[in-house]
């Protein structure tokens, strides 16, 4: 399983993924500045993997620090928040800077080379912990997945999304592993291609079987019954299941209805924002026009044009069959199941 992040030798290293499929390329990231630019330019994304990033880049910041004990507070909090002005709409960056946080508030009274230790031991358990999430997700999930499945899903929500295994394609895998997929159908996922550049490549060097389709092609897909489930990650999901995930994730939950196929969305605990009583209430990044203007190499526009380009949109709970967690599987009303197993009942 390929390394999405790690510390080394006093960096955050990370695997540039606005390089692959062509190239796959380390990138050190020597301070936390560059650590949120990694982060803010998509070189790391997927809303785990993004959190427990900025985790090592706040230990990284700790382990920089050379001012005085009485600048350290007012350097942990500029560094933590901007980390957090990177992307707004994966909770699980806030989720782990607030750990990371509470971690420092307990030890504040510490040098800061004791507490960059301490600030490194925990990213890196939250890395480790990330990835037995997502294998016992995947344990859950398949069990929803007959022999002969065919899975269809939408941007990455892999090990390249997560430290490893993956969450939607941790649940592929793990139905793999008992040669239950048939096919996976991924749609490209414009603008920035995660399923075409990153869920292609992963499923592939897995040997999963894999077939590209660009997002139009979803519905007739569906309808000339080639999808049996409809896997998908998420990057927030509100007290009452609603759920942010990728741009065209809502479409494909509509068309799942129509088509009576089962909708999943598969995520860790830490992506649940009970905070949140719907998906009202969730903010949805929007990115910059040239995304949308350019395609790989060139415009495939009129420059100028005016353009929208949300990165997320919400897919009402009632469009979910059911959400998959490391502690179990929820079904409708899934606001009590989220909160049952959000405080860990
Ligand atoms: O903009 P991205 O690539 O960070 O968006 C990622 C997604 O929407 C994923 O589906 C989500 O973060 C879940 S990843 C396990």
């Known amino acids: 399983m390929i390394e999405t992040v790690c510390f080394d030798n006093e960096a955050v290293v990370i695997l540039d993924q606005s390089k692959l ?3 796959v390329a380390f990138r050190p990231c020597h301070t936390p500045e560059e650590v949120a630019e990694a982060i803010c330019s998509m070189k790391v ?84 912990e990330d990835i037995a999430i997502n294998q016992a997700m995947g344990e859950n999930g398949q069990a929803l997945l007959s022999p002969g499945a065919r899975v269809m899903t939408i941007c990455n929500a892999g090990t390249l999304a997560t430290c490893g295994y993956g969450t939607a394609l941790g649940v592929v895998r793990s139905a793999a592993r008992r040669n239950k997929i048939d096919m996976v159908w991924v749609c490209e996922t414009r603008p920035v291609l995660q399923g075409a550049r990153l869920t292609v490549w992963e499923l592939m060097q897995d040997n999963i079987p894999v077939t590209l389709i660009t997002d139009s092609m979803a519905g007739y897909t569906m309808q000339l019954g080639r999808v049996d489930a409809i896997i998908v990650g998420a990057d927030r999901i509100a007290a009452n299941g609603d759920t942010a995930n990728k ?36 903010v949805i990044e929007e990115r910059h026009q040239d995304e949308v203007r350019r395609c790989s190499h060139g415009y495939v526009t009129v420059p100028e044009v005016e353009v929208f380009n949300p990165a997320f949109d919400v897919t009402p709970q009632h469009l979910i069959s ?24």
Request: no cysteine; net charge neutral.
């Open 247 to 282: 741009i065209g994730t809502f479409p494909l939950a509509v068309l799942a209805h129509y088509h009576q196929i089962p909708f999943y969305v598969a995520a860790p605990l830490s992506t649940v924002d009970l905070s949140l009583p719907d998906g009202k209430a969730i």
């Open 45 to 128: 994304r997927g809303a785990p993997l993004i959190g427990v990033v900025a985790a090592f880049g706040l230990a990284l910041g700790m382990r920089r620090f050379n001012g005085s004990a009485a600048e350290l507070y007012d350097y942990f909090y500029s560094i933590k928040e901007m980390l957090a002005s990177t992307r707004p709409t994966a909770v699980n960056l806030f989720w782990a800077l607030q750990r990371m946080e509470k971690l420092y508030l307990q030890h504040r009274q510490e040098p800061a080379h004791v507490l960059g230790d301490l600030l490194l031991n925990e990213a890196e358990k939250m890395r480790q």
């Open 21 to 23: 499929p062509d190239e």
């Open 322 to 345: 059911a959400i998959i967690t490391e502690g179990g599987i929820i079904t409708a009303p899934f606001a009590e199941g989220l909160k049952r197993l959000k405080e860990g009942r």
